[in-house]
């Protein structure tokens, strides 16, 4: 059975740092492209980040230059190093598998096999 357990969310004040986990198993995890995507209150999804199984790293313009994705393959464990973070920053954070090798820089549903249940992230002083 495919599990990705994410962690690592909380309360973080503006111009702060959180680091997110997602622990998957029940796949190859080096085989597969995993991504990051947030659902703010009131709002649709919104990709974050994704990395290729072979660590090729993409960045939505709002994160580019703040957000860093990492992946541990022996571990089986995807990361989402978070700085600099902001009010709009705030909301549930999932990572997402895809059923491919390669980023696809979406947030539609379509686009992924297995979703993790999400991290809440609130950004506020």
């Known amino acids: 059975e495919v599990q990705l357990v994410e962690s690592g969310g909380g309360l973080v004040q503006p111009g702060g740092s959180l680091r997110l986990s997602c622990r998957a198993s029940?796949?190859?995890?080096?085989?597969?492209?995993m991504s990051w995507v947030r659902q703010a209150p009131g709002k649709g999804l919104e990709w974050v980040s994704g990395i290729s199984n072979d660590a090729y790293r993409s960045y939505a313009d709002s994160v580019k230059g703040r957000f860093t994705i990492s992946r541990d393959n022996a571990k089986g464990t995807l990361y989402l190093q978070m700085d600099s973070l902001k009010p709009e920053d705030t909301a549930v954070y999932y990572c997402a598998k895809s059923p491919r090798s390669f980023v696809s820089a979406t947030a539609s549903r379509d686009d992924y096999d297995y979703w993790g249940q999400g991290t809440q992230v609130t950004v506020s002083s």
């Open positions: 029940g796949f190859t995890f080096s085989y597969y492209a």
